[in-house]
């Protein structure tokens, strides 16, 4: 039989870490910090039950949020990095792409009440090319910044109206064409949401 040699062995260990504030870890250890696979329940209520790699969440895991949120996904350096699933505890959930602990690159965003995004994001908030479906049966299809309608996009209204033009910070703003419920038609220049000609 072949014996472990001294790295082997220390990460073969399974143990408890009892930290300060009462963090604390349970699972397989490496030179006394978490390496393999734990579970930590912090102070703040937290729980990341996942791989972990030198003492950090890195590899996949999940956490579970003392406000009822979810996390399911790719960890690094104690951050949501890659790819992953997050449920806020209001009901939404993300699935897509995590850099830096945010929402940033593509994914999908569905509310509770069945509203849904598509597209790009950027430190949480929607930018980039993106699509949104109301279930009012509202839709929208184009740049976003900062969370608002932005650049070039259109807007389809339940009532059968659209508008297909440029966009300013939520607003119809620059070169555009709205089309009427009815069918006439405004085609020209928008400045803050009104047509000018």
């Known amino acids: ?45 937290n729980i990341y039950e996942g791989d972990w790699k030198n003492g950090f969440m ?25 790819k992953g699933t ?6 939404k959930k993300y699935s897509g792409e995590f850099k830096n602990d945010m929402k940033n690159g593509n994914g999908i965003l569905t509310y509770a009440n069945g509203d849904k995004y598509t597209g790009t994001f950027k430190d949480e908030l929607f930018d980039g090319e993106g699509v949104f479906a109301y279930v009012d049966g509202a839709h929208y299809k184009g740049d976003y910044k900062n969370n608002l309608f932005h650049g070039k996009g259109i807007l389809k209204f339940p009532d059968g109206a659209v508008y297909d033009g440029e966009w300013e910070a939520g607003t119809y703003h620059g070169k555009g064409k709205y089309v009427f419920p009815d069918g006439k038609i405004q085609d020209g220049q928008f400045s803050k949401g009104k047509f000018v000609g």
């Open 86 to 91: 997050y449920t806020h505890s209001d009901g």
């Open 58 to 82: 890195d590899g996949k895991g999940k956490i579970s949020f003392s406000d009822g949120a979810i996390y399911e996904g790719e960890m690094k350096d104690n951050m949501k990095q890659g």
């Open 1 to 45: 039989m072949q014996n472990l040699n001294k790295k082997e062995q220390s990460y073969k260990q399974k143990g408890k870490i009892f930290g300060g504030d009462n963090d604390n870890y349970k699972g397989d250890l490496r030179n006394d910090v978490p390496h393999g696979k734990g579970i930590k329940k912090f102070s703040s209520g």
